[in-house]
Each structure stands twice: as C-alpha cells, then as structure tokens.
C-alpha cells in the first residue's frame, strides 16, 4: 500500500479510536488523578485497566492496518506511556496528539521503506 494511503489509515484510526470509540468512562477512568477514582469501595475498574484497554483498541487497529504485530505492539506501548504523561499533567493534549501522530508518520515510513 503507498505510503500515503497507509498514513490517512493510520491517522483515521487514530481518530476513531482516541474521540469516537472512547466513551466518558475510558477518558475518566484512565486518568489515575480523576476524581472517579476517589472512592476506595468503588467497583469502578482500576485506572491501569483503563488506560491499558485504550491503549490495546489503538494497537489493535494499527495492527488491522498495516498487518504488523511488532507496530501494534509499539502502538500499545508509545500509546500508553504518551496518555499517562497526559494525565499526569507532563504534557498537554496538543503534545499529546502530535506524539500520536507522529507515530503513524513512523509505522508508514517503516512500511514504505
């Protein structure tokens, strides 16, 4: 697949997974900091869990993209040390953004070449 067209791939499944198949509970849940999480007796899932299954749907689709095991687990890892600094506060959600999808400029060059 030309580069390009695997970078739009990358880049809309980027987008589907971070704002379209992230519902409240995941962006809340995953942020170890929320409020959400301030009640020890909740049987909300554990922040990690959270922020791990995102992570997971974003290694999933870079992975039915680009048919590469060791990109999707690329993706997973970069995905979810990139949304802990996030929600740390060590970065914005511009950085944050930018450093996703500098990621898939990444995976299409190592395919194109």
Known sequence: MPF?????????????????????????????????????????????YWLTAHAIMHGGIVFLITHNLWLALLEIFLHWITDFAKCEGWIGMHQDQ??????????ALVLWY
């Open 98 to 107: 930018a450093i996703h999808i500098g990621c898939k400029v990444g995976y």
């Open 4 to 48: 390009i067209e695997t970078l739009f791939l990358l880049v809309f499944g980027h987008a589907l997974a971070d704002f379209v198949l992230q519902p409240d509970a995941m962006g809340y849940g995953k942020n170890r900091n929320d409020k959400i999480h301030d009640n020890e007796a909740s049987l909300f899932p554990l922040w990690y």
